[in-house]
């Protein structure tokens, strides 16, 4: 969630939730594929946010200058293709890419969807793929609301320059990891796993330790007092 009115605080908005949707070419299991701005700055981030991505180089994935490599297989290609196809049809407006690099590859160009709806297929579906959809808010409560109607519940952030809004927010959010004011910030002192369909139990932190104990129970009756 964005919800900020400085220009450098929504360029760090901006770079940090590209790389969320963009690291790994989209197929991380955090990545930032769903992105609610606060309606006064929405047209304002859709902008920087097609600035951004203009800057991406794609390319060979052993070059250093490269940030931006191939889907992994065939079938993913055509998985990704399929949805950015359906988010055309469904209503969006594709803001930037949408198309492959080369018709003999499996480079994908990083791509922007603005005007996205809850209903449509790249709101609800699992992309994982180089694709950010871009949806506008009017109030808090609607965007929690909106944020938690999804099925999955791995990762969050939030981008606000309001600790209360932060806080409260992040209480709210159905997630097992919120970010405020950064992504995909990971440490091994942290815990790390989902809500809802985003898988059971905890990596990472003194909570992973769990995943490698046997607990007994023994239970002993006592004999009745005289």
């Not at 060979?60 to 931006?68: A, E, M, N, Q």
């Not at 594709?94 to 996205?116: A, D, H, M, R, W």
């Not at 950010?132 to 969050?156: D, H, K, P, T």
């Not at 709210?172 to 405020?180: H, K, M, Q, Y």
Request: proline residues 3%; hydrophobic residues 35%; glycine residues 8%.
């Amino acid at each position: 969630m964005v919800a900020l009115q400085h220009r450098e605080h929504m360029q760090l908005a901006v770079e940090d939730t590209q790389t969320g949707a963009f690291y790994n070419q989209g197929q991380c299991c955090t990545a930032a594929s769903r992105v609610f701005v606060e309606e006064s700055i929405h047209d304002q981030f859709v902008r920087l946010s097609i600035e951004n991505a203009k800057k991406i180089v794609v390319g060979d994935p052993l070059d250093p200058l490269t940030s931006h490599g191939p889907q992994i297989d065939q079938q993913q290609f055509d998985k990704i293709m399929d949805l950015i196809e359906s988010g055309k049809e469904e209503g969006a407006r594709l803001e930037y890419g949408g198309t492959p690099v080369s018709n003999k590859s499996l480079f994908i160009q990083p791509t922007i969807f603005s005007g996205v709806k809850d209903h449509m297929r790249i709101a609800k579906e699992e992309i994982f793929g180089p694709v950010q959809c871009i949806f506008s808010f009017q109030s808090q409560e609607e965007a929690v609301r909106r944020a938690n109607s999804s099925r999955y519940g791995l990762v969050s952030a939030i981008f606000t320059s309001s600790m209360d809004r932060a806080l409260s927010v992040s209480a709210a959010l159905e997630t097992g990891t919120v970010w405020i004011n950064c992504y995909n910030s990971l440490h091994a002192q942290t815990p790390f796993g989902g809500y809802k369909m985003s898988g059971i139990g905890r990596e990472l932190g003194e909570y992973a330790l769990a995943e490698y104990t046997e607990v007994k129970a023994v239970t002993l009756k006592l004999k009745e007092a005289v």
